[in-house]
């Protein structure tokens, strides 16, 4: 049973660029997640997505942006870089009908942005 | 707003010591509580959960008691291992405020032999 799988693992970007990150949620979970973890922080919550659509945000800019595909995988984007943007990029996903659940974490996507 | 504050670190402990490492959170509902670990290269694993007042969510050796009447969700473990080194976080999910999780800052262990 294939647990959340998050690609690029790291990634090299420069100010201003575009990066789109991919996650694959946990077999049997429709619910994706994105936490940004600064480094010796605790993950802060982006956004959520439910059948395809983005359903809560967190306190973050439109540069922030989402996307779930039918096979409730999701993507992250973010739009012009800037140097505070580097962090662990954590994607997490859930089974929406389970109200006190768990959240299953990917490994994460290491983001520097020069 | 919700918010968890968890006790400050990093924390070392010899072999064998008592671990306790305390966890307070603000909350508008009524919350169900968690303990994520992180250990080195890795994500977030879920250590334990604790979903209503006085539940006590045990894992490994490692427990917590969800407290109301403090607001608390301390982290307790009797004799720790060199492999228990990791970052530790507190969360908790309120209904109130939707779906997502709010996490302390962690909490980095080393376990010294």
């Known amino acids: 049973d294939a647990g959340v799988t998050q690609s690029p693992t790291h990634l090299i970007k420069t100010r201003g660029q575009q990066v789109t990150l991919r996650c694959s949620p946990k077999?049997?979970?429709?619910?994706v997640s994105w936490y940004q973890q600064a480094l010796g922080q605790g993950p802060q919550f982006i956004f959520q997505?439910?059948?395809?659509?983005?359903?809560q945000r967190g306190n973050f800019p439109d540069r922030f942006s989402g996307h779930q595909f039918p096979n409730y995988s999701s993507e992250l984007n973010v739009n012009a870089l800037l140097l505070g943007d580097s962090a662990l990029y954590l994607c997490?996903?859930?089974?929406?009908?389970?109200?006190?659940?768990?959240?299953?974490f990917g490994e994460g996507s290491r983001l520097t942005v020069l | 707003g919700d918010s968890v504050t968890q006790m400050e670190g990093p924390v070392t402990l010899s072999e064998e010591a008592f671990l306790t490492i305390n966890c307070t959170y603000t909350?508008?509902?009524?919350?169900?509580l968690f303990w994520y670990v992180q250990y080195p290269g890795e994500g977030l694993q879920l250590l334990l959960k604790?979903?209503?007042?006085?539940d006590k969510g045990s894992n490994k050796g490692f427990e917590a008691t969800y407290r109301k009447e403090t607001t608390s969700f301390h982290l307790e473990k009797g004799s720790v291992q060199v492999s228990d080194s990791a970052v530790y976080f507190c969360?908790?999910?309120?209904?109130?405020?939707?779906?997502?999780?709010?996490f302390g800052t962690g909490t980095s262990l080393t376990v010294i032999p």
């Open positions: 997490a996903s859930s089974f929406r009908g389970e109200y006190t659940g768990e959240l299953f």
């Open positions: 077999s049997g979970h429709d619910t």
């Open positions: 997505y439910y059948e395809e659509e983005e359903r």
């Open positions: 909350a508008t509902g009524y919350p169900s």
């Open positions: 604790a979903t209503k007042a006085d």
């Open positions: 969360a908790l999910r309120d209904p109130d405020t939707g779906n997502q999780f709010y």
